[in-house]
Nanobody, 123 residues
Framework: QVQLVESGGGSVQAGGSLRLSCAAS????????MGWYRQAPGKQRDLVAV???????NYADSVKGRFTISRDNAKKMVYLQMNSLKPEDTAVYYC?????????????????WGQGTQVTVFS
């Protein structure tokens, strides 16, 4: 089983910064894409940013220039540095990862989500 655990959420005033972290654990052979998604109350879960194992990134237009995604492949971690936060960034932020895990000595694909961490930006 692969587990993702997020940390770093909280409440911050508009214009402030937060850094989210996500750690992957389990019998992981490789991780392809890691990313962050968010879900505001009453809305669907949307992509925030993703990063491949090679470092290629993709961002939602709404966060470009303000958020930066990075990852540490050796530690199996992904980070989201969020600057110039706005009230509309308020949401539960979820970490996602996909790749290959080892299941009884056999490779199996995985696509897992973390439990989510709340980010609240107040004006």
């Amino acid at each position: 089983q692969v587990q993702l655990v997020e940390s770093g959420g909280g409440s911050v005033q508009a214009g402030g910064s937060l850094r989210l972290s996500c750690a992957a654990s389990g019998k992981i052979f490789s991780i392809n894409v890691m990313g962050w998604y968010r879900q505001a109350p009453g809305k669907q879960r949307d992509l925030v940013a993703v990063i491949t194992s090679g470092g290629t990134t993709n961002y939602a237009d709404s966060v470009k220039g303000r958020f930066t995604i990075s990852r540490d492949n050796a530690k199996k971690m992904v980070y989201l540095q969020m600057n110039s936060l706005k009230p509309e960034d308020t949401a539960v932020y979820y970490c996602n990862a996909n790749g290959v895990r080892i299941y009884y000595d056999q490779p199996r694909e995985f696509d897992e989500w973390g439990q989510g961490t709340q980010v609240t930006v107040f004006s």
